[in-house]
């Protein structure tokens, strides 16, 4: 499917609308997608396209996160450059 083809026929909604949708309001439930012109509140045909469209982006999203360990480290060096001030009570990291 092309991104300006319509994924769901009932509002008109095209794979490029639910994809920038995704990429911008970064939905935490495929049910959430319906904010998106309407798409899936139709007929229930495009839903199923319409949840592999969110787990495809959540995939996405998951593999540009860092490790936690690598996470951690780098929180560590930014509040030792000066990048922020961690609040009253958070675990600070180790002095190296």
């Known amino acids: 499917m092309k991104p300006d083809e319509e994924l769901c026929l009932c509002f008109h909604v095209t794979r490029r609308k639910v994809e920038n949708f995704l990429r911008v ?28 469209l969110f787990e495809a982006a959540r995939a996405r999203s998951e593999a540009d996160l860092p490790p936690a360990d ?3 480290k780098g929180r560590g060096e930014h509040l030792r450059l000066g990048g922020g001030v961690a609040p009253p009570g958070a675990s600070l990291p180790p002095e190296e």
């Open 25 to 52: 309001e970064k939905p935490q439930a495929p049910a959430q997608l319906a904010e998106c012109f309407g798409a899936g509140t139709g007929c229930g045909w495009c839903r199923p396209l319409l949840r592999k």
């Open 70 to 72: 690598e996470h951690c």
